[in-house]
C-alpha cells in the first residue's frame, strides 16, 4: 500500500539532487480523507521549507482533515532553519503518516513518537530499501560521519581510459559527457588530480572542486582555475607554490602516505569543510588507489562500444598487483542506461 505515492515521493525529492546538501532528498504527497491527491511538494534547496511544509502551505487545514501524508523521510521534530514538521501535521488535521525510513539524524528525531502521541497512525517502512538508496549520501554522513565518495569513469569496452601515450579524447560520445556533467552538480564537489590537468585541461564546471597537487605542478593558468567559487588545492607540508594563489584557491595540507596524499585524511577533512560528497574524475593510478583503500561508496562507468585491443592503454583502474581472481573489489549493480551510442552503469559498495 502507498508504494505508488511514495515512488511519487522519491521522483519529487530527486528534484532538489545537489541542492539541499548536508539535508537529505525528501518529496511528499498529501491525500485527502477519500485517499485523492490534493498537493505534493520536495525540499528544494538548504535552509527552504521541509517536504511537508511545501506540500502543506499550497492548502489551508480544511482541506486536510482526516487525510494522509506520504513522505520518504520521518517527519522532523526540531527547530531548525524551519519549525517542526511535526507540529504542522498536527495542525493540518492528518490522520495518516506513511513513511519510507526514519530519520537517523538524532538532532530531528522523535517525529514519528509526537504523532502518535497526537492519535496520528504512521505506518513505516514502505519501499526502505529504496528510500535509503535515495538518500545514501546523507545516512553515510550521518552515522559515519564521512565524505561520500563516487568515481566516475569514461572507457572503452576493454576499460581503457586512454591510450598508452595517454590520448583520451573522445573516448565516450557528447550524450554520455553532457550526462557526467549533469551527475557531477549532484554531488558538493567534483575532485581530480594535477596529472589529469595537465593531460586533458579540462573545465570540470563546478562551483566546488580539489586538486590533488603533491608536487605543485599547477601554475593556475590551466583552464579548471577559469571558474569555481571555491577551489581546494590538496598538498603535503613539503612543497610550496611560488606564486600567488588566486583568490578562489585554498590550500588544504594533508600528511602522505608512501603512495601518495594520505586520502582517509583528506576524506576526514573534507567533511569537516561540509563537503558531503565528492565526484572524482582522475586517471587510472588515482581511481586505483581509491579502490585498493576502499574508498569508493559508489562507481558510475561510461562505456563506449569500442575497443582499444592494446594491453598496455591505460586502464580505468591501476592501483594494485593482484594475482587471483579471488582479489578483486567487489561492487553491487544497482542501474543500467542506454547514453546512445553509449551506456552506463552504476554500482554500490
Ligand atoms: N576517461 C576518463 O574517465 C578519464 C578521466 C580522467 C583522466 N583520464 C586520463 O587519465 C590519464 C591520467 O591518469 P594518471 O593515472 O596518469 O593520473 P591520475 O590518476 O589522474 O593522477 C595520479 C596523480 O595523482 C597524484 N596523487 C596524489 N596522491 C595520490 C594518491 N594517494 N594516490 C594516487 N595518486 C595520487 C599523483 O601525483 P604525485 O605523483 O605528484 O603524487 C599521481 O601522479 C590522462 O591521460 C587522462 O586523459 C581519463
Keep these: 500500500m502507498y508504494k505508488k505515492e511514495m515512488r511519487k515521493c522519491f521522483r ?17 504527497v498529501v491525500l485527502n480523507k477519500y485517499g485523492k491527491e490534493i498537493s505534493n511538494g520536495y525540499h528544494h ?43 504542522l501535521i498536527i495542525e493540518y488535521g492528518i490522520k495518516r503518516v506513511v513513511i519510507a525510513n526514519r530519520d537517523p539524524n538524532p538532532k530531528a528525531a522523535g517525529g514519528i513518537e509526537k504523532l502518535k502521541q497526537n492519535n496520528i497512525e504512521v505506518i513505516e517502512g514502505v519501499l526502505e530499501e529504496e528510500g535509503k538508496f535515495l538518500n545514501r549520501i546523507f545516512f553515510k554522513n550521518i552515522k559515519e560521519k564521512k565524505t561520500y565518495i563516487v568515481l566516475k569513469t569514461a572507457s572503452t569496452l ?10 583520451s579524447k573522445w573516448i565516450t560520445s557528447s550524450n554520455a559527457r553532457n550526462l557526467a556533467r549533469k551527475f557531477r552538480q549532484e554531488f558538493d564537489s ?29 601554475n593556475f593558468s590551466e583552464n579548471i582555475f577559469n571558474t569555481g567559487e571555491k577551489i581546494y588545492l590538496v598538498n603535503s607540508l613539503k612543497n610550496r ?8 584557491v585554498e590550500i588544504t595540507y594533508i600528511s602522505e602516505t608512501g603512495n601518495g596524499l594520505n586520502l582517509s585524511e583528506l576524506f576526514e577533512k573534507t567533511y569537516e569543510k561540509g563537503i558531503m560528497s565528492i565526484f572524482i574524475e582522475a586517471g587510472s593510478k588515482l581511481n586505483g588507489e581509491i579502490i585498493k583503500q576502499d574508498l569508493a561508496d559508489e562507481i558510475i562507468q561510461f562505456t563506449a562500444p569500442k575497443i582499444l585491443n592494446d594491453n598496455i592503454g591505460i ?21 543500467l542506461k542506454q547514453v546512445l551510442p553509449d551506456y552506463y552503469a552504476r554500482f554500490i559498495k
Design 241 to 248: 607554490y611560488s606564486k600567488e594563489l588566486p583568490d578562489n
Design 45 to 87: 534547496k538548504y535552509g527552504e521549507n521541509h517536504a511537508e511544509r511545501d506540500a502543506l502551505l499550497k492548502l489551508s487545514p480544511k482541506q486536510t482533515q482526516g487525510g494522509t501524508i506520504v513522505v520518504n523521510l520521518e517527519p522532523c521534530n526540531h527547530y531548525g532553519k524551519t519549525p517542526p514538521c511535526s507540529d
Design 158 to 167: 576493454d576499460g581503457k581510459i586512454a591510450a598508452a601515450n595517454g590520448d
Design 190 to 218: 567534483i575532485l581530480t588530480t594535477a596529472a589529469t590537468v595537465i593531460a586533458d585541461n579540462p573545465q570540470m564546471l563546478h562551483h566546488k572542486k580539489i586538486i590533488l597537487d603533491r608536487n605543485c605542478k599547477l
Design 315 to 335: 586502464s580505468c583502474f591501476n592501483g594494485d598487483t593482484a594475482n587471483y581472481i579471488s582479489q578483486t573489489k567487489n561492487f553491487k549493480l544497482v542501474e
Design 12 to 28: 519529487l525529492a530527486q528534484k532538489g539532487a545537489g541542492k539541499t546538501s548536508p539535508n537529505p532528498l525528501v518529496g511528499c
